[in-house]
């Protein structure tokens, strides 16, 4: 009877209509990555972005070899530093060139571009240890990857010495107190980018299916409300429509317990709302991996620490930068000058396999759609009059949506658990663990309500 039931739910004009939108949303988040793509492999914007940092290193240069030339005690420092802004400025003409020739579709130009982020990767995290400070040396810390991929990047033939670019005295005191307090996350950060170098890359300017996920779940932040609101209005709507045209009065007259009859209808609705929403997004995913496969699974990325040992949630700011695709948040401080200072993430940071990040979003989601198809279910179930229903219903979206776009409630809220890919990565103010629990509750609580009453009704 089951299966005639979510056949007969697939079959109802809601169900095409949610369909549609889940299609919409996955057409939308598709056109958007498309035009990261197309903006990140444009020749003439790669070219205008290499040139522009040509001549800020062609600048920083001049200043530095002004310095050093009245500075005599950071000598050591400096030498380096102008070396390394020498071989900078060296490796940008030849990208340049390297662009001219066979644009950003050249093999050469791809593995000089990608060895060059890297190399300038491992500088920066360098000039910022501070060994007298508890910090060891990056290429202490890293050198079974320098040992590994030392000769592919060309770290034995560099002009300058890596390990003496520690230490960077030009800094201010903030700025090297928050280096310090990051030291762990940015080794964390350069080991997982070493790790992952011959990887696949899951950023936003090369395809992957992972990559249109994260559009979708995270970018835009209305597409899990709007899902959210459609599962309870299709499950309430399904159910009033039964009972009006009484197809549901072979159920209620059959001899069983109000439980059963209200698990028939949750079980029905979710896995009715479970096949629209793996339809609508999968054509899209499978449409990403086809064209740029399915590899990067175990490629890491980065989430709150704090996360996944209890129940407590950094309330991140607003201001972030991008690491493949986890949001990395900076501390932002102001100086006793009152400035504004952009400092480093200090706060714990941990790294899951991709593959198991996206598994404990998925066990969030699959919760969140047995949530509101419960409600959605209860409510109709246990209102008669349809008015009555349509109300409470109605009261139950302005509640989700309220609830979820103002982060009204939390982390005691059910109904402002939103993106399931934010709350999985650690940037909103409920974590993982508490999320889940939250929604098992509430489930739990519903169906004792739904089943409790209901069955005083019926002995009335």
């Known amino acids: 009877m089951l299966k005639y039931e979510i056949v007969s739910i697939l079959r109802n004009k809601a169900a ?35 040139q522009y940092e040509l001549v800020m290193h062609r600048q920083l240069l001049e ?35 390297l662009l001219e020739v066979g644009g950003t579709e050249s093999q050469q130009f791809q593995k000089e571009y990608k060895a060059y982020g890297v190399i300038c990767s491992i500088v920066s995290y360098q000039m910022f240890v501070y060994p007298e400070r508890g910090c060891s040396p990056v290429e202490v810390r890293c050198a079974d990857m320098f040992q590994k991929w030392g000769r592919q990047l060309g770290l034995y033939d560099l002009p300058f010495d890596i390990s003496s670019m520690t230490a960077n005295p030009y800094v201010s005191f903030e700025l090297m107190e928050a280096s310090v307090a990051a030291y762990e996350n940015n080794m964390s ?3 997982h980018l070493l790790n992952d ?25 209305y597409v899990p409300t709007i899902l959210d609101i459609c ?13 009006n045209d009484h ?3 072979f159920m209620t007259v059959q001899p069983c317990s109000e439980w059963k009859k209200y698990r028939h209808y949750v079980t029905s609705f979710f896995l009715a709302a479970g096949v629209v929403c793996v339809i609508g997004i999968g054509v899209w995913f499978l449409y990403w991996g086809m064209r740029y496969g399915f590899n990067g699974i175990d490629s890491h990325m980065f989430v709150d620490a704090k996360t996944y040992k209890g129940f407590y949630s950094y309330e991140h700011l607003e201001d972030y930068s991008y690491e493949g ?9 102001y100086t006793d000058g009152g400035r504004g200072v952009m400092l480093y ?6 790294s899951l396999p991709l593959y198991r990040f996206l598994l404990y979003m998925c066990i969030l989601a699959v919760l969140k759609v047995l949530f509101f198809a419960m409600l959605g279910s209860g409510i109709r179930v246990l209102i008669q009059h349809s008015q009555g229903g349509i109300f409470v219903v109605a009261a139950a979206t302005v509640l989700t949506g309220y609830s979820q776009l103002t982060g009204w409630g939390k982390p005691y809220n059910p109904f402002a658990i939103g993106s399931c890919w934010n709350v999985t990565l650690g940037s909103e103010r409920i974590t993982w663990l508490y999320a889940v629990l939250e929604l098992t509750f509430s489930c739990i609580l519903i169906m004792i309500i739904t089943c409790t009453v209901s069955g005083k009704k019926d002995r009335i």
Do not use: H
């Not at 170098?197 to 932040?221: R, V, W």
């Not at 993430?345 to 941990?350: A, E, I, N, V």
């Open 16 to 50: 095409y209509i949610f369909l549609l939108v889940v299609l919409l949303f996955g057409l939308k988040a598709t056109v958007e990555l498309q035009r990261s793509i197309t903006s990140s492999q444009d020749t003439n914007y790669i070219k205008r972005e290499l």
């Open 63 to 97: 200043s530095e070899l002004a310095t050093a030339r009245r500075d005599a005690e950071r000598r050591k420092f400096n030498t380096n530093a102008i070396q390394f802004r020498k071989w900078r400025i060296e490796e940008l003409q030849e990208l340049i060139a």
């Open 189 to 191: 950060r350069l080991e």
């Open 197 to 221: 170098y011959d990887k696949k890359s899951l950023g936003l300017d090369s395809g992957s299916p992972y990559a249109f996920l994260e559009i979708l779940f995270c970018e835009n932040a």
């Open 231 to 243: 599962i309870l209005l299709f499950s309430f709507g399904y159910i009033m429509e039964g009972k």
């Open 247 to 249: 197809r549901y009065e």
């Open 325 to 333: 695709l986890a949001r990395m948040y900076a501390d932002y401080k």
């Open 345 to 350: 993430t200090t706060y714990p940071l941990g």
